[in-house]
């Protein structure tokens, strides 16, 4: 494959514009860019997650691979009416969630982000996963937009917070318990 960036700006948004994958052109702001936006940020934050030195293999694994995914979706919101993320991207998230859900104690409590940095960044990445998945939503009610896409960010950022209580059960770190306070 050739360079496809051989050149980093363009200066094409300094009007405040942005090009689809479609050739399109449209508000840095729209719905659709807010969403792969917040799609591409909850991937920069499983980057940073990535970035640690102590994380165990099977978690690596399963983040990388995640990460190609979100990009696939990036890809599948900045080009109207292209379906990247199907059924069985969304089952693979479920079997990986099972598995890594498996060996957990249940919830008894409420559990506030915390514990190790991994463990916190996961739960600052599951926060913005949410968020993207908002914006799809609000994206749907006016675009045809993929169904499995919602339904591929929802199981992942159920994923994201129980990675976050492996991490910080396998690094020993106490997960920190909501208390109510009067």
Known sequence: MGHRLSKIYTRTGDDGSTGLGSGDRVPKDSVRVEAYGAVDETNSLIGVVLASDDLPQDVEDCLTRIQHQLFDLGGELSIPGTTIITAASVEGLERT??????????????????????????????????????????????????????????????????????????????????????
Do not use: M
Not at 152 to 168: H, K, M, P, T
């Open 97 to 182: 969630l099972d598995d890594f859900n498996a060996d957990l104690p249940p919830l008894k409590d409420f559990i506030l982000p915390g514990g190790t940095l991994e463990a916190a960044t996961c739960h600052v990445a599951r926060t913005v996963c949410r968020r993207a998945e908002r914006r799809i939503c609000t994206l749907a009610r006016d675009e045809d937009v993929n169904e499995n896409s919602v339904r591929y960010l929802n199981r992942l950022s159920d994923l994201l917070f129980v990675i976050a209580r492996v991490l910080n059960r396998r690094a020993g770190a106490a997960e920190p318990l909501w208390k109510h306070r009067q």
